[in-house]
T-cell receptor, first 111, second 108 residues
Framework: DAGVIQSPRHEVTEMGQEVTLRCKPI?????LFWYRQTMMRGLELLIY????????DSGMPEDRFSAKMPNASFSTLKIQPSEPRDSAVYFC?????????FGPGTRLTVT | RKEVEQDPGPFNVPEGATVAFNCTYS??????FFWYRQDCRKEPKLLMS???SGNEDGRFTAQLNRASQYISLLIRDSKLSDSATYLC?????????FGTGTSLTVIP
């Protein structure tokens, strides 16, 4: 199995630009999670889906962030407009049971 | 109060030493418990699940103490390759809570 796939691996963008992060979960997994990790705040859960339906988005910092899961094999996290404080590593994870499997992450830098 | 709390360390130990980490959780209804390992600039990876009866995997032993609401991870005979950040994870219902991680450096 290829594991969780994320793209891009690195993204550098200017403040105000739209950023779209992509995730392909492990085939057969019915949960998908988006996390953000910074040195200051650690690993934060942003949103998670079950069977493509958003279950809890209470971790989404503000309306600039949105996430979709149009089908079982693809999800996006969009930031519009991006701000320097959004700079972080964004991880996608998937699971079938309580154990989660993480993708390699997208390192986002907003200048 | 945070759902999950860990001592961030860092823990610097010599090769061959035994080191233990604790992680406390606030919700007595928490159901599942895990330890993850995260190497520098990498994603977290599952190290082991934590069961009420305790479980062991080679040099690693995980324990759960429901009465005091903490989980622990013991690493025996530390290797240089054990250097990483160790994150505890607690699930409550459909919620997953990660600790901020404990940094371990094993010194030659």
């Amino acid at each position: 199995d290829a594991g969780v796939i994320q793209s891009p691996r690195h993204e550098v963008t200017e403040m105000g630009q739209e950023v779209t992060l992509r995730c392909k979960p492990i085939s057969g997994h019915d949960y998908l999670f988006w996390y953000r990790q910074t040195m200051m705040r650690g690993l934060e859960l942003l949103i998670y889906f079950n069977n493509n339906v958003p279950i809890d988005d209470s971790g989404m910092p503000e309306d600039r962030f949105s996430a979709k899961m149009p089908n079982a094999s693809f999800s996006t996290l969009k930031i519009q407009p991006s701000e320097p404080r959004d700079s972080a590593v964004y991880f996608c994870a998937s699971s079938l049971g309580p154990e989660q499997y993480f993708g390699p992450g997208t390192r986002l830098t907003v200048t | 109060r945070k759902e999950v709390e860990q001592d961030p360390g860092p823990f610097n130990v010599p090769e061959g030493a035994t080191v233990a980490f604790n992680c406390t959780y606030s919700n007595s209804a928490s159901q599942s418990f895990f330890w993850y390992r995260q190497d520098c600039r990498k994603e977290p990876k599952l190290l082991m699940s934590v069961y009420s009866s305790g479980n062991e995997d080679g040099r690693f032993t995980a324990q759960l103490n429901r009465a005091s609401q903490y989980i622990s991870l013991l690493i025996r005979d530390s290797k240089l390759s054990d250097s990483a950040t160790y994150l505890c994870v607690v699930t409550t219902g459909n919620q997953f809570y990660f600790g901020t991680g404990t940094s371990l450096t094993v010194i030659p």
